[in-house]
């Protein structure tokens, strides 16, 4: 029971600042689930964050896995639920509210404002995770190499994720991890 | 010149059913990977129609802005401008319903392989390039937008301060959100050609 609450608290505390979406609050998420709760290391963070990144669908899935790993299948539902539910509250109150504003100037220019710090945010994030994953010459050019496969082609990025996974097997095979 | 944006249509908006909702949802998070973003855009604005490009960027807009998932903010605006919150729950449930359950095959695998030093390598490799897709994506949707020298200071002063001053997201987005919005509205006023 207190396991199923620190998630629902952990995770509705970031639903309402993960401006940028749960992708921009990794480092926060990563804090949370190894330094304040001990749920596990940092390896097994990024692991799962492999995982959840290998599932369709929008990225609060991250918070889903590590519900599943620290409580089971009540984990993974109270851990989405607390990552859903608060944003998507706010959502509903504010996309009431907001369209008399959208075309507004003012609008405009908070719009311009936040953008480019939420995609800093993301940016951040995916740095601290290649901080937390790579360790050598041939992890970091898989960092580099699907970083670079993601933003020149609109490929699907499992792509990436597959030959980087065959080639961690190789790599472990021919005793280079 | 984008004053003129109209705010969507309130009267006679196309039919969506509770059915149709949920379907369109459900084809965006199952087929969106690394993110939905594009995908949802096609399904929202070409298959369904339910917004034209213009309306949809408006309401991604708004997405973008609250925190949260921009989707799944899409979701709720969008399930609510046709059936209220019951319109919200359903678009929501949808886009996260099926990938859940992908989801949970994939980890309940993970439990099973865990200690198998293959799995391990493959994950170890799987996490360099998950590292590596979300810096990708990030430098993608900045290649996107309108950037000015000042969005690219706020956004690389937000990665400083998140790498390398280990700043708490909330910190971050107390310090940097109020800085942002001040700059942009003092440089647009000095420049006071935007409207």
């Known amino acids: ?177 | 010149m984008t004053t003129s944006t109209p705010t969507l249509p309130d009267a006679d908006p196309p039919v969506a059913t509770f059915t149709a909702l949920f379907r369109g949802f459900a084809k965006i998070g199952l087929l969106g990977f690394g993110g939905v973003g594009p995908i949802a855009r096609h399904v929202i604005v070409r298959e369904q129609k339910w917004l034209s490009e213009k309306d949809y960027a408006t309401l991604l807009g708004v997405g973008k802005v609250l925190p949260g998932a921009n989707t799944v903010n899409v979701a709720v605006m969008l399930g609510d401008r046709y059936h209220g919150m019951r319109g919200s729950i359903v678009a929501v449930s949808g886009l996260l319903v099926l990938p859940m359950l992908v989801l949970i095959v994939l980890a309940v695998l993970y439990q099973f392989l865990d200690q198998n030093p293959y799995f391990n390598a493959a994950l170890q490799g799987s996490a360099c390039a998950a590292a590596g897709m979300v810096i990708g994506m990030g430098l993608k949707m900045a290649s996107k937008i309108d950037l000015r020298a000042h969005h690219i200071v706020a956004g690389l002063a937000t990665i400083v301060l998140v790498v390398w001053l280990k700043f708490s997201l909330l910190q971050v987005v107390a310090v940097m959100m109020p800085l942002a919005i001040v700059a942009n509205f003092m440089l647009a006023r000095r420049h006071g050609h935007t409207s």
Not at chain 1, 25 to 52: G, K, Y
Request: aromatic share 10%; hydrophobic share 60%; net charge negative.
């Open chain 1, 1 to 177: 029971m207190t396991v199923l609450l620190e998630l629902f608290l952990t995770f509705a505390r970031i639903s309402l600042i993960a401006i940028g979406g749960a992708n921009a609050a990794i480092p926060e998420i990563r804090h949370a689930a190894v330094d304040v709760h001990q749920w596990m290391s940092t390896d097994t963070f990024t692991h799962l964050f492999a995982v959840a990144q290998s599932a369709p669908g929008p990225n609060v899935l991250i918070a889903s896995i590590i519900g599943w790993h620290v409580a089971g299948l009540a984990g993974l539902l109270v851990a989405t639920i607390a990552m859903v539910l608060p944003a998507s509250i706010l959502a509903f109150a504010v996309g009431r509210l907001i369209s008399h504003f959208t075309h507004r100037r003012e609008y405009k220019l908070v719009q311009d404002a936040v953008v480019p710090v939420a995609i800093g945010l993301i940016i951040a994030s995916g740095i601290e995770l290649s901080l937390y994953s790579a360790f050598d010459v041939l992890t970091w050019s898989m960092v580099i190499g699907t970083l670079v496969f993601v933003y020149f082609t609109e490929a699907n990025p499992m792509w990436a994720l597959l030959v980087c996974a065959v080639g961690g097997v190789i790599a472990y095979q021919t005793g280079t991890f």
